[in-house]
């Protein structure tokens, strides 16, 4: 890890709904660094969503300044740094076009950044990065509608490879699949990493996978970043009463789960009497 | 022993299609005695959820659905009802709740609306009063402490959460025999999810209601059900008490599912890990003691 590849400083967004100001972030200060896996999690309006677009640049920040590699990010970003931050979202069926077969789904995003030159090249490239994802070369020729809900997932992921980022926003990718497609993708997202050196901004509300995925996590509240910090420290030793709720609400399989569990529901309850 | 409140045998479910009929369910076995807290789990497709639309008789009379075997319910065969009789069924002496309480509610009408066409079905000539009265108690059993700024709201003026404890409340309020969950709290946050089902439990324990409950979710089960069936691809895979399903998984599938699930302890992911496999069509594992009891007589095959 060698500094951070995105910074937020005193980032803050409001959005005007009906003549109101909704404060969905206020005063974020958080750094992502180059190589690691963060975790964003919260519940619903927590903010997290809005985080994720702000490093994507589909929303500018009402006040604060966002880095990327130290310098910051212009309102209108030109075409090769769109190309180094990529999303993958939670329903591959509504992120990818019905009508377009996967590869040329894979296709667009090697001709508008001009990554292949000649239909030999492109042919290669598309087929490398659907063995990468764990699919055939044979599946460029499918429509989403043919896959299952785990092969268009790979595929969105391969979608956001063809780009050759360094940063990829997951936003909740595996919530939608059943557990034994998700424990697949979520090994593939991991292999990845190492295997590109990439990093990730991971926003998930499911704890238990941010336990085994990610290095770091943040954790957000009504758009305010309540705590931060490596995931194990965090899991042993939550220092804010809504961190132990969540982990205290999380259904478990095992008896050490439960452990843990029990551990983080007496902690909530003793800070919670303590507020 | 008692007969069980609900006992299934050999429940088969075929639906029509232009290359004939095709079946989904391959002949369900499960029972559940009075009180009792029973979870149907498995992943999507498995047939869970269609299975728990055919003990509610809301399946079975659409076209293209062919269903064979027995569901006994106190006594009564369910498959040979007609439409009507199960409309009389529901709501009293069974009832459900759904994973989405935004469209399990009518938009259109407030809460006191709804909850006055749920009482009157079990009590006949209930008056307005009195239907609110019974609501606002209800409404209290599930923690609304407002019961009538609540009953006075349409369900879009409500958080999904509050929704999710209306709809439990309706459907307990008649103390039906027993409640058909289909993934309650799956549509929520995390720790209105925990909050919701704890509820849940609590009002269940109070009107001694048996329960199926229909599930994705492991942890949920472990922490909610008795005994747990898994279903896989229209089977029950295995059948075992709560504890020793997780303890002691025997089938392939179960075991798989256990080790695909992320653990808070921090195990790490799971290194090798198969979707589909032949071994997960290995024979149905019954636990001792969770062995089915014979049909009813007159009932047999």
């Given at each position: 890890m060698s500094g951070p590849i995105l910074s937020f400083e005193t980032v803050s967004k409001t959005f005007r709904v009906n003549g109101q100001d909704v404060h969905a972030l206020a005063d974020v200060d958080l750094s992502i660094e180059a190589g690691e896996c963060h975790a964003i999690v919260g519940e619903s309006g927590s903010g997290k969503t809005t985080l994720g677009n702000l490093a994507l640049g589909i929303h500018a920040p009402s006040s604060g300044a966002i880095r990327f590699e130290g310098a910051m990010l212009p309102a209108k970003r030109p075409l090769a740094l769109k190309r180094r931050i990529q999303l993958v979202q939670q329903n591959p069926l509504s992120s990818l076009?019905?009508?377009?077969r996967i590869g040329a789904s894979l296709r667009l995003p090697l001709e508008v950044h001009g990554l292949v030159h000649g239909r030999a090249q492109r042919r290669e490239r598309i087929a490398k990065l659907l063995v990468e994802v764990g699919l055939e070369p044979g599946h460029a020729e499918r429509a989403p509608s043919s896959l299952s809900g785990g092969q268009r997932q790979r595929v969105a992921i391969a979608r956001a490879l063809a780009c050759e980022p360094d940063l990829i926003v997951l936003d909740e990718p595996t919530s939608a699949l059943d557990v034994l497609v998700q424990a697949r993708v979520l090994r593939l997202l991991a292999d990845l990493r190492q295997r590109r050196g990439l990093t990730y901004l991971f926003i998930t509300h499911d704890l238990a996978v941010v336990r085994n995925l990610a290095d770091r996590v943040s954790v957000f509240e009504r758009g305010r970043l309540v705590e931060s910090g490596r995931v194990a420290e965090i899991f042993a030793n939550p220092q804010h009463a809504y961190t132990a709720r969540l982990i205290a609400s999380i259904p478990v399989v095992t008896d050490d789960e439960a452990a843990v569990r029990s551990a983080a529901s007496e902690r909530a309850d003793t800070m919670e009497n303590a507020a | 022993m008692t007969a069980p409140l609900l006992q299934i045998a050999d429940l088969r479910l075929a639906f029509d299609s232009w290359r004939g009929p095709v079946e989904v369910l391959h002949g369900i076995a499960l029972n559940i005695r009075r009180g009792e807290k029973v979870a149907l789990v498995g992943e999507s497709g498995s047939g869970k959820s269609v299975t728990a639309r055919i003990i509610a008789g809301?399946?079975?009379?659409?076209?293209g659905t062919r269903v064979s075997g027995h569901v006994a319910f106190d006594g009564k065969d369910l498959l040979g009802l007609s439409e009507r009789a199960f409309r009389d069924l529901r709501g009293t002496a069974m009832s459900m709740v759904f994973q989405d309480p935004t469209s399990a509610l009518n938009p259109v009408f407030t809460i006191a609306d709804q909850f006055r066409e749920v009482l009157g079905r079990a009590?006949?000539?209930?008056s307005r009063a009195e239907a609110r009265r019974r609501a606002a108690e209800a409404l209290d059993h599930v923690l609304i402490h407002e019961p009538e700024r609540v009953l006075a709201s349409y369900p879009f003026q409500l958080s999904g959460g509050m929704n999710q404890r209306v709809l439990i409340a309706m459907a307990l309020a008649n103390q039906p025999a027993l409640l058909l969950a289909d993934e309650p709290g799956t549509a929520l946050d995390v720790t209105v999810q925990d909050r919701t089902l704890h509820l849940m439990a609590d009002l269940i324990e109070e009107v001694g209601s048996a329960v199926l409950f229909i599930s994705h979710n492991l942890g949920v089960v472990r922490e909610f059900a008795d005994r747990v069936y898994v279903i896989y691809r229209g089977r029950i895979v295995e059948h075992a008490g709560t504890d020793a399903l997780f303890h002691d998984p025997r089938h392939p599938y179960t075991r798989a599912l256990l080790a695909a699930v992320p653990k808070i302890s921090g195990e790490g992911l799971p290194d090798t890990l198969i979707e589909?496999?032949?071994?997960?069509?290995a024979p149905a594992v019954i636990h001792d003691g969770c062995e089915e009891p014979p049909l009813p007589s007159g009932m047999a095959a």
């Open positions: 076009n019905p009508k377009r | 809301l399946l079975q009379y659409q076209r009590h006949k000539d209930i589909t496999s032949d071994a997960f069509d």
